[in-house]
């Protein structure tokens, strides 16, 4: 999948907004292309900052922007403020889009922010390449969180 250094930085600036809590919402676009970064509320906040769940009525406007345009659902993101940019238990457990990607931002690490993307496949996690493409000249490179990562 592919986002813009704007979507990324977008997805990034939701986790930091959001914090103590999860941000969350959905990626759409066409292809493998990412064209926009659609936020949710997240109506699950609880004290340990740990949950999230999309406000549904929210998520129904999105998902019908998404057909009105002829895009796709390609991702669906959150956050972890205190936790590795990995799918927890609950995450695998409530992951309903096995056509989706799971797209997870950790603020864990004091320096830079790690996004890395998954597939969650009837309780099976695997991580997938995300790249991001230059704003200017469109030309892509691995993300180098997803490189640190392997
Ligand atoms: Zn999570």
């Known amino acids: 999948m592919k986002l813009s250094r704007t979507q990324y930085e977008e997805m990034v600036d939701l ?6 809590h999860e941000a969350c919402g959905l990626l ?8 926009e970064v659609m936020p949710l509320t997240n109506v699950e906040h609880n004290p340990v900052g740990c949950g999230w769940r999309a406000d549904s009525r929210e998520q129904l406007r999105a ?8 895009w796709e659902l390609m991702a669906v993101f959150h956050s972890h403020p205190r936790s590795a940019a990995y799918p927890s238990e609950r995450d695998v457990e409530h992951a309903l889009y ?3 990607r799971y797209v ?3 603020l864990a690490d004091e320096g830079e922010p790690v996004v890395a993307s998954f597939r969650i496949v009837a309780g099976r996690v695997t991580q997938e390449v995300l790249t991001i493409i230059n ?3 469109g030309s892509g490179a691995e ?8």
Do not use: C, Q
């Not at 986790?15 to 103590?20: D, F, G, N, V």
């Not at 759409?28 to 064209?35: F, K, S």
């Not at 998902?63 to 002829?70: L, Y």
């Open 135 to 137: 704003d200017v000249d």
């Open 63 to 70: 998902f019908e922007r998404i057909d009105e345009r002829g």
């Open 104 to 106: 997870i931002t950790s």
């Open 15 to 20: 986790a930091r907004r959001a914090l103590p």
């Open 28 to 35: 759409a676009g066409v292809g493998d292309i990412v064209r």
């Open 143 to 150: 993300h180098p969180s997803y490189l640190a990562l392997n």
């Open 98 to 100: 096995p056509d989706a």
